[in-house]
């Protein structure tokens, strides 16, 4: 195999190749986003309308029906899912297996734009995605500091434009939910006996209100080679100019003089805060809470970073002068490191142990190098494709590396034991080497890839098992295949290097030893002749077969009983 030959040939360029792939695998490794587990998303989409007091009933015949007759004939979809509860109609939206969701997200925006006759209160559809990104990475309580008596759920309206909107505007944040604080309103209590005696009814009272309660655009004006925009801003801001808001005029006849009837002459109005439906506390004391979303492919490190830092800088400059506080009760990155630290420490003792197991058997520290060097090599490398197919570091990806730990070295055991074969045969050392290889390429190909078939299915499934499973797949394909190639190039060249010849062995001994040490090393010319490791090895497979025979008898015995 020629791959071979040029490996035999050029050591120093293999050794220069394999050093520039575990650099590029590390380099990738700083670039990887990190995250507890894959990004899975359902082609799924949900349209939430919200029409605040309304009845299931109303909310389904007002909006939920209207809705439905324009997503009917929505390209791909397969299943419409919908329902009506109070003050809020839901409807989910199932697509066929590899929809562009993009491409659905605007044609659903475009049938929606074709309802027509909302409520007046109802407020827009709000179409969303499902995915493991819009689970929070992290939740912040806000408490009133000492000496702070103002209702908490007043802050609402505060938090939302001094907190929420600077938090949203974070690199790697996609968005954020913010419960407990109430919105500001406008409370009118009618006075019965007032409006009986100007002949005045509720809808008489409501409508007038809406007519006042406008703003409006008045086109525009042109003056020369000026353009002026004309807008009416006629919104009620205020509870004097609520209290102002003429609702009809009466005329005495005797006297013939005009009274008018304001808001103000028939209610109490007032600016005031909406009762809160829920209410949130935090060790007893009432709160609002907020969490933070993260961008599909954020680094959750890099994001919960600059998380930590905004929040620090808004408790300093905006939220102490408020006389309140943010803390963080959740924090997904400690889950992060904590997972990661765990399957990190595996693939450190699984790469150990497998080290180990190939010293007891192989009882040579040198070939125990040269094979153990595929585990470094294949894993690091694995990094670098990683990278370029828009892979994470999670859980999933580092238990297929912690599997692929003891799979790399197969192929290296192979070729070195055929290698370590023909130069006991009495070959040189460099023939043994290329034809060890070039014999057994062919078998430790093959066995590469019945590996990789294995996981193709998963690789091409678009189902959420194969987006939560994709990332072992290619952690382990990738590991494989790089083990084959660092089999069929770095083994053969450190074979020549550090496999120790006969005339070298016995010219480092003295005269009257070379004799002795010549027939040794006829005997076992590269393994350690050590009773220990035999003893040991020995001992290691007796404990395995104990142990299944362990197993598989109280198996029968439980199918028995």
Known sequence: MNLIRIALDRPVAVIAAVLMVVMFGFVALQQIPIQLTPDVRKPNLTITTRWPGAAPAEVEREILNRQEDVLKGVEGVERIVSSAETGRSRITLEFQIGQNMDRAILLVANRLDRVNGYPDEAQRPQI??????????????????????????????????FVVERMERLEGVSGTNFYGGAAKELRIVVKPAEMAQYGLTIPAVVTALQRANIALSAGEVNEGKRRYVVRFEGELTAANAARRVLLRTVEDSASGRVARVTLGDIADVRFGYKDPTASIRASGRPALVFNVLRDTGANVIEVMGRVRARVAELNRKVLHPAG????????????????????????????????????????????????????????????????????????????????????????????????YRLKEQGKPIRQAAYEGASQVWGAVLVSALTTVMVFIPILVLELEVGQLFRDIAVAISVSVILSLLVAVTLIPALANWLLPTRGAARRRRGAAAAQAAGQAADRAPYRLPLPGIDHLARLFAWLVLKFTALVVSYRILALLV
Do not use: K
Not at 128 to 155: C, K, L, M, Q
């Open 128 to 161: 969303s995605t499902r995915g493991s990104e819009d689970n929070p990475i992290a939740w912040f309580v806000i408490t009133r500091r000492e000496g702070n008596s103002r209702p908490i759920h007043t802050y609402g309206d505060f938090i939302e434009d």
């Open 324 to 419: 309140l506080h943010a803390d963080q009760v959740y924090d997904e990155t400690d889950y992060i490191h904590s997972a990661i630290a765990l399957v990190t420490q595996n693939i450190w003792v699984g790469g150990l142990l497998a080290a180990l197991i190939l010293l007891l058997f192989l009882r040579s520290p040198r070939a125990t190098l040269v094979i153990s060097l595929a585990i470094p090599v294949s894993v690091i490398g694995s990094f670098v494709a990683m990278a370029a197919l828009g892979r994470s570091i999670n859980v999933i990806s580092l238990a297929g590396i912690a599997f692929a730990v003891g799979m790399v070295v197969d192929a290296a055991i192979v070729v070195l034991e055929n290698i």
